[in-house]
Nanobody
Framework: VQLQASGGGLVQAGGSLGLSCAAS????????MNWYRQAPGKERELVAA???????TYGDSVMGRFTISRDNSKNTWYLQMNKLKPEDTAVYYC??????????????????WGQGTLVTVSS
């Protein structure tokens, strides 16, 4: 199972960016799809999460500005970031929690991380 994140970049404060994360492999289900971020000198924090049933959770700092969504048929999830602030600058990581997949005929469940994508918000 591999996760490929894309969509980071440089944006001015108040602008918008969209991130996407695509999971590949012989996947049956992904229980929770998450976005985390880590700013320089800070711990990694949960930005947003969406369950297989569509229930969403957001960090307090992004509530009302960011929207997470998923396309189960494509094993892909998205993060739409609006009204960006300089403090949103960080490396954003996608994470798949409770992935059910098949390898060599056997079923497994595990968690996986994508590579980070840098989001820079200039003031």
């Amino acid at each position: 199972v591999q996760l490929q994140a894309s969509g980071g970049g440089l944006v001015q404060a108040g602008g918008s960016l969209g991130l996407s994360c695509a999971a590949s492999g012989n996947i049956f289900n992904i229980n929770v799809m998450n976005w985390y971020r880590q700013a320089p000198g800070k711990e990694r924090e949960l930005v947003a999460a969406v369950t297989s049933g569509g229930v969403t959770t957001y960090g307090d700092s992004v509530m009302g500005r960011f929207t997470i969504s998923r396309d189960n048929s494509k094993n892909t999830w998205y993060l739409q970031m609006n009204k960006l602030k300089p403090e949103d600058t960080a490396v954003y990581y996608c994470n798949a929690e409770g992935v059910t997949y098949v390898r060599r005929g056997l079923h497994y469940t595990g968690d996986f991380w994508g590579q980070g994508t840098l989001v820079t918000v200039s003031s």
